[in-house]
């Protein structure tokens, strides 16, 4: 039988799948395979949404699923997107009463739908977006904006909010995500923004696809200059190439263009970038400040009451905007799960866990007992690393290859450490992105430059963000580093970096000497090959001590654990696709 929810209308034989693999049939009615089930289900901030001009500040209860009926490359769900068959162990089942009931127990302003495309969980979605209005929540989701017209109609009635993330403007840009055509994403916005909802649209911006994002802007504003249009910087998940990705510089250009169509343009996974505010439509001035809060998000530290300018000007922003934040614990929040499932995948790629049934109990392990929360605090410690790789090795029957990468890690960390014991300790700043966004005091990273011998001043900081905060010119002055490293995740160049400190009169000891560091992409966090980033700092700061053929030591190791030669263009592709 047909399937009537997303333009890709997949025929669905009996007992069979469509392309999403979340919808079968069964006795010739189109059913979901896990009805009222979710990988999520937890109190975020709308920002980590994002969603930045409805109920700004307001705590939503996020709700999501897996699956996914485009095929993107790059996805940062790409473990949700793509697990159907090894993760359906992460769903919780939760009938949409229980949902509402939580919802308005942890005081919620309403019920959000991201991270997923809720058209893989349609039927689901739709009950408990019904059920909720009906409990006077509010209700919105995240979309790749597929739904047929159908489907969207029968949403609507419950639809308060929504993101619609564009992937092009052109029919082969859609054709690259695996659907036919671009028309049924511009027709939905065009719908919803007529019917009354409130929309923001989204899109990533691939370096040499500056021409796409033009002309998603021109539609975007030929319905209405003041939607919020947000520009989210590609950054090398899955399968895409790095060469792909923009500086923050490039993607900031970008925006200044298309504010010539658009009075609000947000530039996303940029840290340390200023254009997460909001302003004034008239006059320019600040109404509301943000952060960088981990991919695809944000968060507000400041904003002038009810975001009235003094000029007397208000931006179009739907309902008032909440005095006090909500601030999600660990991983929780946005599209943090996300990246905490995919540090957790690294692991059992390179321990070799293929098998189904023995990954699928692992995933059912971790989310019964909440592992999620445990894995945040031992995952910033380097000397926790080796139990995390043991839990999963255990579980999974490959505790011989969890025994070789431990030993290796720790191995490799024991052996810097005794080089570094009674070394001077050069003063080290950790930045991601632009230079006034300092990691936070406890990461990862901040610890591995201990383990190499040096001094990592953001352990000075008290207040936290997630990975970090802004700070203030004066706090980075008196900080005065002898030596910056630029996180290998959501990166800037060297060259961007220096300049941005020179333009700023930024002028710490490290930028004098020049004495600022990149990293490969992924190489300081997350993924096991952190390892080969402690070699890197160990380099940086004692060359006198250390030696390591970076080069040399990388294909080694992916060689050894993820069964490739180390390639520069396509090494983030080991992540998903290497067995042993």
Partial sequence: MKCGICEIGCQVPENGYGKCRMMTARGGVLTERYP???????????????????????????????????????????????????MPAVLKQMPPQKVVEKAVHEGCKGIAFC?????????????????AKENNL?????????????????????????????????DEAYQACGVPTSGPVFRNLKRLFEAGVHVEAAAIHMKGFE?????????V????????????RFVPFGEADIEFEPTIRESEALCAELEKELAHVYLFNSPGSDRLNTLCPDCGGTLITREFFGPMGSRITAHLPKARCACGSRPVITGEVAEKRYDEHGFFGGYRTTRAFEMLHAILVCIGAHDPEKVSELWFDLVQTDYLKEFHETVQLPDAYGAIIDRLALKTGCTEAGHQLKNFIQNTLARIRSKTLDVDRPRVYYAMGYPLFALNAERFETNLVEAAGGECLNK???????????????????????????????????SDFYDYCIRHDLLVNAVKNNRIYGHFPLWDFGSPRWVLGLMHIANTLHPEIFDFDMEKE?????????NQPFDRKTANRSFYRASR
């Fill in 36 to 86: 009222d089930s979710y990988s999520t289900l937890f109190p975020i901030s709308i920002e980590t949404l994002p969603t930045l001009h409805f109920y700004p500040n307001h705590k939503f209860l996020q709700v999501s699923s897996m699956g996914c009926n485009f095929s993107c490359t790059g996805c940062i769900s790409e473990i949700l997107a793509r697990g159907t068959e090894s």
């Fill in 115 to 131: 991270l997923n495309d809720p058209t893989v969980s349609f039927f689901s979605f739709l009950k408990l977006a019904r059920l």
């Fill in 138 to 170: 509010l209700v919105g989701f995240s979309t790749n904006g597929y739904l047929t017209e159908q489907a969207l109609e029968a949403l609507i009635p419950f639809t308060d909010f929504v993101n619609i993330g564009f992937k092009g403007f052109t």
């Fill in 211 to 219: 021409a796409e994002l033009a002309r998603i802007a021109g539609f």
């Fill in 221 to 232: 504003s030929s319905l209405s200059r003041c939607i919020p249009f947000q520009v989210m």
């Fill in 460 to 494: 000075q900081l008290k207040r936290k963000g997630k990975p970090g905060v802004t700070l203030t010119r004066e706090e980075f002055m008196a900080m005065n580093p002898d030596l910056i490293f630029i996180s290998g995740f959501l990166s800037c160049p060297v």
């Fill in 554 to 562: 990388a294909d080694e190791f992916y060689r050894e654990f993820f």
